[in-house]
T-cell receptor
Framework: EAGVAQSPRYKIIEKRQSVAFWCNPI?????LYWYQQILGQGPKLLIQ????????DSQLPKDRFSAERLKGVDSTLKIQPAKLEDSAVYLC??????????????FGPGTRLTVL | GENVEQHPSTLSVQEGDSAVIKCTYS??????FPWYKQELGKGPQLIID???NVGEKKDQRIAVTLNKTAKHFSLHITETQPEDSAVYFC???????????WGAGTKLIIKP
């Protein structure tokens, strides 16, 4: 089966610019996650979707970050305006069933964002 | 808040030797502990997991042990090979908010 797809793989922008990342999860996976991974650290959950509804966005900096998952499939994560500290790898993951169940998360290759 | 501590941050072992990575967690209600391997330029991939009703689990050269009383768990890799070189992450699942809390990672280097 095809894995989680993400694009672009790399992005370089100036601070205060905007950027968007796209994720296509594994077919049939109801749960989708966006993580931020700063160099040398573990992934930090930004937002979790169950189908097209938000389950948890408590760590999403909502003044500059937004995410949507229209139709419960693809998802887009946006940053506007970007700050230097947003430089990181943004990982998308998906899992097969809903919250409260221990399901394996399958990760995409990530988008490496550099903010200059 | 809840956290997972992982040690060491870097581990260098001779090919063929064993490697052990240790993690401790703070949420006593955690019941699921996966280990992920991340190779350069790729996303993390699950390699083994353990649930709180089990003390040890093995899969070929990889094993994980769990001590719920002490709130720590460990990854053991035997007969290490060059392809084991990667960053390894432990995580603990929080039943209270359905989140995985991740450790900071261990860079494993296998010396030929």
């Amino acid at each position: 089966e095809a894995g989680v797809a993400q694009s672009p793989r790399y992005k370089i922008i100036e601070k205060r610019q905007s950027v968007a990342f796209w994720c296509n999860p594994i077919s049939g996976h109801a749960t989708l996650y966006w993580y931020q991974q700063i160099l040398g650290q573990g992934p930090k959950l930004l937002i979790q979707f169950q189908n097209n509804g938000v389950v948890d966005d408590s760590q999403l900096p909502k003044d500059r970050f937004s995410a949507e998952r229209l139709k419960g499939v693809d998802s887009t994560l946006k940053i506007q305006p970007a700050k230097l500290e947003d430089s990181a790898v943004y990982l998308c993951a998906s899992s097969s069933t809903g919250t409260g169940v221990y399901n394996e998360q399958f990760f995409g290759p990530g988008t490496r964002l550099t903010v200059l | 808040g809840e956290n997972v501590e992982q040690h060491p941050s870097t581990l260098s072992v001779q090919e063929g030797d064993s490697a052990v990575i240790k993690c401790t967690y703070s949420d006593s209600a955690s019941n699921y502990f996966p280990w992920y391997k991340q190779e350069l330029g790729k996303g993390p991939q699950l390699i083994i997991d353990i649930r709180s009703n089990v003390g040890e689990k093995k899969d070929q050269r990889i094993a994980v042990t769990l001590n719920k009383t002490a709130k720590h768990f460990s990854l053991h890799i035997t007969e290490t090979q060059p392809e084991d070189s990667a960053v390894y992450f432990c995580a603990a699942y929080m039943d209270s908010n359905y989140q995985l809390i991740w450790g900071a990672g261990t860079k494993l280097i296998i010396k030929p």
